[in-house]
């Protein structure tokens, strides 16, 4: 079977990258779907939109499928195992009641659509090549959700007592924003192999062998190498506690004191003494002093945080540092939804407690406290200076005098190479390297032949899916491809306006919305205080020069003007489109 894979151009903020290229469970997304795939596909096609596919003429066997998505191998197992079974092509679905769909994946994106009674996604299943959106019958999967909750609180934070979450056994959720990044490293996948535990532990053969790891090993069940995966050449002070399921990469340090739930270490990390790591996913090369905490945190790879640093429910890109004594918090005191910036518009995450996103290559200085929902873009040095510890707004790029270089500032440079195809970068050497069987993807409907022999799922290599990279082949080892002249490149900025840079627009319509760029947060830390002087088409300002927008969404004050708005804390307003498509 063939897959072909459709981009997705939208840049998830504050990374402005691809989602593609943004690390989930400590791969790189394209290189996880990949995996995930391997066992169903042999070969694969790159395509620019939807009408590249319709122009694909191969009667053969498809599975597409947009490159932000994120899923697990019992999801793509069932609708594969069940789409062929019916011979008709299908696109994946969710019943309406479904907790996990509706509770998680709903908020913040565009691409699951509600057709008739079921949820849609963007995973199709052809038997005979392209057929119209019109034929497709919509394949229901039942993601098997269970209420899992981690800790009690007083119910004056939660009325329940408990922040609880629905975990799925199959997970699906399209990445575009990065809430999207923190659910699915720590809900679907930390929290979510532990629901598989569950459900495996049914098993009188699963019980018997958690059990006899832990007597020989003489360690309890939860220590024990059944649930905790300890990769080669790992240092481990006999202090730590490690309670699974849990998986440790190559070369890992772990100092006296430490303490890990539930979480995902990928190679060559040093956590040093009294750090504590509970539903996290630190990624390859990062370095977590003493004292540090992560709970439901993910880390991007050879990224620092620095002593006595907190960060509850927070997404860390690549080569940032975060200051000591930092804190990242992850509830709204005065009670309201938390929401956060999605296409230009402040929208509930969808859960009681989030903490707050930083971009790649940031350096964030000492003792700043971060309200929940918050972000910084790429590329910020952010000081500490003039006692403005306090970060209620998100911070921008261009909104600080100091940044590192242009690097991460807007747009991708080099995307494709002309001689060789298709070009995945990679964020490290070892994570463009493929086996010598390897079939680089098509990019030329042209090239595609006519008939193609379906793949066949015996000649596929069975390991576990879906595991991230510490666990399962060293891709380091394997030959490299000469990329020295292009590794590092993704990096330009645009042309300025006026002054002002130009944000790249998001790839489906919002007609009809407003927008706030430029955004700045007042006291409460809850809701914007200016915004720029660019309207929406289908917006204008009122005829005392005051702009006014729908209260009930929450996105602005009534009554400030553009002129007033770098007194609120917006320094440098932004240009933004208000339409594009994909």
Request: proline letters at 7%; charged letters at 20%.
């Amino acid at each position: 079977m063939r897959k072909v894979i459709l981009r997705d151009h939208y840049r998830v903020p504050p990374f402005n990258e691809y989602a593609r290229d943004l690390r989930i469970l400590n791969k790189v997304l394209w290189l996880y779907q990949r995996d995930v795939l391997s066992r169903h596909c042999d070969t694969e096609v790159v395509l620019d939109d939807e009408d590249g596919l319709q122009a694909m003429r191969a009667n053969e066997e498809l599975l597409v499928y947009r490159d932000s998505l994120f899923f697990n191998s019992m999801l793509v197992d069932e609708f594969v195992r069940r789409a062929r079974a019916s011979g008709q092509p299908c696109q994946v679905a969710f019943n309406q009641d479904d907790k996990a769909i509706s509770t998680h994946s709903l908020h913040l994106q565009d691409s699951i659509t509600l057709i008739g009674e079921h949820y849609r996604g963007e995973l199709y299943y052809y038997p005979h090549g392209y057929v119209p959106a019109e034929q497709l019958e919509p394949l229901v999967i039942d993601t098997e959700p269970l209420e899992m909750g981690y800790y009690h609180v007083p119910d004056y934070l939660v009325p329940s007592g408990s922040f609880v979450y629905q975990v799925p056994l199959k997970a699906f959720i399209p990445i575009e924003n990065w809430i999207h990044i923190l659910l699915a490293n720590a809900l679907f996948g930390a929290l979510g192999w532990a629901r598989r535990l569950l459900k495996d532990s049914d098993k009188l053969s699963v019980k018997l062998k958690i059990l006899f790891k832990a007597i020989i090993e003489r360690k309890r069940l939860l220590s024990s190498s059944a649930l905790v995966r300890v990769g080669r050449g790992c240092t481990i002070d006999p202090t730590a506690i490690i309670q699974g399921p849990t998986i440790i990469g190559n070369n890992v340090k772990i100092e006296a004191g430490v303490l890990i739930v539930s979480s995902i270490i990928g190679s060559n990390v040093n956590i040093m003494q009294g750090a504590q790591m509970v539903l996290s996913v630190v990624s390859d090369g990062c370095y977590i002093p003493f004292r540090a905490a992560l709970y439901g945190t993910s880390m991007m790879e050879n990224s620092m945080v620095a002593q006595n640093t907190i960060l509850q429910g927070s997404v860390i890109g690549r080569n940032t540092f975060i200051g000591g004594g930092s804190v990242f918090t992850d509830y709204n005191l005065m009670g309201n939804p938390i929401r956060t910036m999605h296409r230009g518009m402040l929208q509930d995450v969808g859960m009681p407690a989030c903490g707050g996103a930083v971009g790649h290559d940031c350096r964030i200085g000492a003792g700043f406290v971060v309200y929940p929902g918050r972000t910084i873009e790429s590329g910020t040095v952010l000081p500490y200076e003039d006692d403005h510890a306090v970060i209620d707004r998100d911070i921008h790029y261009h909104d600080v005098p100091h940044h590192t270089s242009d690097r991460y500032a807007r747009h991708v440079v080099l995307e494709e190479d002309p001689s060789s195809g298709w070009l995945w970068l990679p964020h490290k050497p070892g994570e463009v390297l493929h086996g010598a069987a390897y079939i680089p993807p098509v990019t030329n409907i042209e090239e595609l032949n006519l008939v193609a022999e379906p793949a066949s799922d015996e000649t596929a290599e069975d390991h576990d899916m879906g595991e991230p990279i510490s666990a399962g082949a060293d891709y380091r080892d394997a030959p490299q491809y000469d990329l020295s002249n292009r590794v590092g490149e993704p990096i330009s900025r645009l042309p300025e306006q006026d002054g002002d840079y130009t944000i790249p627009s998001p790839n489906r319509s919002m007609s009809g919305q407003h927008y706030i760029v430029g955004t700045s947060y007042n006291g409460s830390g809850d809701e914007p205080a200016s915004l720029s002087a660019d309207y929406p088409p289908d917006t204008q300002p009122s005829s005392n020069g005051q702009h006014h927008t729908n209260s009930s969404n929450g996105l602005t004050e009534p009554g400030i003007t553009p002129a007033e708005a770098p007194l609120l804390g917006s320094e440098s307003p932004t240009n933004q489109e208000a339409r594009s498509s994909r």
